[in-house]
């Protein structure tokens, strides 16, 4: 080894430096230095590898041994949205929804949503409020209406083993809750449903039955299917049937469109802007304060005739789904009083002889109570006009379509029972106390209290007036019809075992409660109230000679408004 000594440095430290690198051992290369990093980094990979597939190994051992395997994510139990088929008697509930304004109310909802909380097929957390398993009714009645055919759809929570053996109809779960219900409330069956489905919005078609006691028409217990009576009983029950005006067999206040909003403030000659108060606009006041109802037409007939008709076939013949059959060439028009707007006429579906949220002496346009509060009174009241003024406009929900109504002979729900008489109504949907106020008014003519022409004018746009309305009591839905599924275009439906389940209940329970409100006191009172009606001759003459006038003038209308049409489309 060669060193080279540097004046000034003691040559004894170099050799020592010397001597330490000969004994050193040789710097490693960077491929040696980049090998032993990779093993470094890939041997924990490695050891992770090894424990998941021991723990692998392991589950599949514990599986041949017959040991529990399940794993934490899987759930314990499964929401389905399920419709279930529900009857119940309606004279000890406050309705059928549920009243938040009302808690001390007792519904049938209320009952079922308890029953299905202990049932534990809704949480107690979903319980509180029934939004949030996505409920819907397909119909709402009112105190003392009954129902053998209500569908609710809501989200259901099932074990695994109940979704799994739930089967067509649901009647295992079924069973499951009626033990939770009392007697007047049943579930029949439930079917599962896509997530989309709603009862309320499904449901295209209801059917209601309501039992008048014989003697309210004077007639025999045997009854006779060629009575007079009965035969102007069932031409008013033709007279309601097709697209007609229900504005006044219902609290028609509840039905007018929204008022519009204030006018913005335009510039005036003077350039400065003028607010909308102070211009000339429509009035506020409702034109029917003017025109009181005191049991004569009224005189002044100002303004154009309201353009109301719009043709509609109601016939199912050429469509199995029951849809409803527009005439395409007609179109709205925003301008006419009381015009059925074709869309929403199909798509409303109000309040179904439901009146939870209007209670009291409430009072129409003009401070003129409401037909149920003035009816007491037994004085028909009714005015006619052409133009009632943006006060009392008509609008398309003030119209439903009747596909029938019809009364049957004298029958007995019971054997010995009270002789009755059924009258069905059919129709894609009804407004508040519809069925009753058609009951009351049939029932009026039949007996002589009412001209049969006054019913035809009462369903006119022009007319406004007060009808009599029946005891809720025996009011029934008794079927329903859903719209098809888009894609199977299958119907949701009752089956067999929902429809055993229905009958019994029907027979059992449902009858022998009509039968026994047949016997009441009421009815009695009732047909004193029809056979007192009052009302000025003379003001009916002019009535229903301004009704006819205005039936006369339909074609001109309906030729003058396709012109209008065409003229608007070129």
Request: glycine share 6%; aromatic share 6%; charged share 20%.
């Amino acid at each position: 080894m060669l060193c080279k000594l540097h004046s000034g440095v003691p040559s004894v430290f170099l050799v020592r430096r010397a001597l330490q690198c000969l004994h050193a051992p040789p710097p490693a290369s960077r491929w040696n230095q980049s090998r032993a990093a990779s093993a470094t980094q890939h041997e924990p990979e490695t050891q992770t590898e090894s424990s998941e597939t021991k723990t692998r190994l392991t589950r599949i051992q514990r599986s041949q041994q017959g040991l529990d395997t399940q794993d934490r994510r899987t759930p314990k139990s499964v929401k389905r949205k399920v419709a279930m088929y529900i009857g119940y008697v309606g004279s000890d509930f406050s309705g059928l929804q549920i009243q938040p304004d009302q808690p001390d109310s007792i519904t049938v909802e209320s009952v079922l949503q308890a029953a299905l909380t202990e049932a534990e097929l809704i949480s107690e957390a979903n319980s509180v409020s029934l939004t949030k398993v996505g409920w819907s009714r397909s119909s709402r009645t009112d105190k003392g209406v009954h129902s053998i055919c209500t569908i609710i759809s809501f989200k259901m929570e099932l074990t695994l083993d109940a979704a799994a053996s739930f089967g067509d109809e649901g009647l295992q779960v079924a069973a499951r809750i009626n033990p939770f219900l009392p007697e007047q409330v049943r579930v029949f069956a439930l079917h599962y449903v896509n997530r989309s489905f709603n009862a309320r919005s499904y449901c295209v078609q209801r059917t209601y039955h309501y039992y008048i006691p014989a003697s309210v028409l004077g007639l025999q217990s045997h009854g006779d299917a060629n009575n007079e009576t009965m035969d102007r009983l069932r031409a008013c029950l033709k007279t309601f049937e097709g697209s007609r005006a229900f504005h006044n067999y219902t609290k028609r206040r509840l039905y007018r469109l929204p008022a519009k909003p204030p006018k913005p403030p335009v510039p005036s000659d003077d350039g400065m802007h003028r607010p909308a108060s102070s211009m000339p606009a429509e009035s506020s006041s409702h034109e029917a304060a003017a025109i009181p109802l005191v049991g004569g037409a009224a005189r002044r007939s100002t303004g154009r005739v309201q353009k109301h008709e719009r043709r509609l076939s109601t016939s199912t013949d050429g469509d199995q789904n029951g849809a409803i059959q527009l005439d395409e060439s007609l179109q709205p028009n925003d301008d006419s009083d009381g015009a059925m707007i074709l869309n929403e006429a199909i798509l409303d579906d109000d309040d179904d002889e439901n009146d939870h949220n209007h209670n009291g002496a409430a009072t129409e346009a003009g401070g003129s109570p409401d037909a149920v509060d003035l009816w007491p009174q037994r004085t028909l009241q009714f005015s006619y006009q052409d133009d009632w003024g943006p006060g009392d406009k008509l609008g398309s929900a003030h119209y439903r379509i009747v596909r029938k109504a019809s009364a049957s002979d004298v029958l007995q729900l019971t054997p010995n029972g009270t002789p009755c008489i059924r009258l069905t109504f059919c129709a894609n949907s009804f407004v508040l106390h519809q069925i009753r106020h058609m009951v009351a008014t049939a029932a009026a003519v039949a007996i002589g209290s009412i001209p049969p022409e006054f019913v035809d004018a009462s369903l006119s746009p022009c007319c406004r007036t007060i009808t009599p309305i029946s005891p809720p009591q025996t009011l029934v839905l008794v079927d329903n019809m859903n719209s098809r599924y888009p894609m199977s275009e299958d119907r949701l439906e009752l089956q067999e075992g929902g429809q055993s389940a229905q009958e019994y209940f029907y027979t059992q329970t449902v009858q022998p409660a009509l039968s026994a409100m047949l016997e009441g006191i009421e009815w009695a009172q009732w047909r004193s109230e029809l056979s007192r009606i009052q009302y000025d001759q003379g003001a009916m003459s002019l009535l229903l000679s301004q009704h006819a006038a205005w039936k006369a003038t339909k074609p001109v209308r309906s030729s003058k408004q396709s012109d209008e049409q065409s003229t608007h489309a070129s």
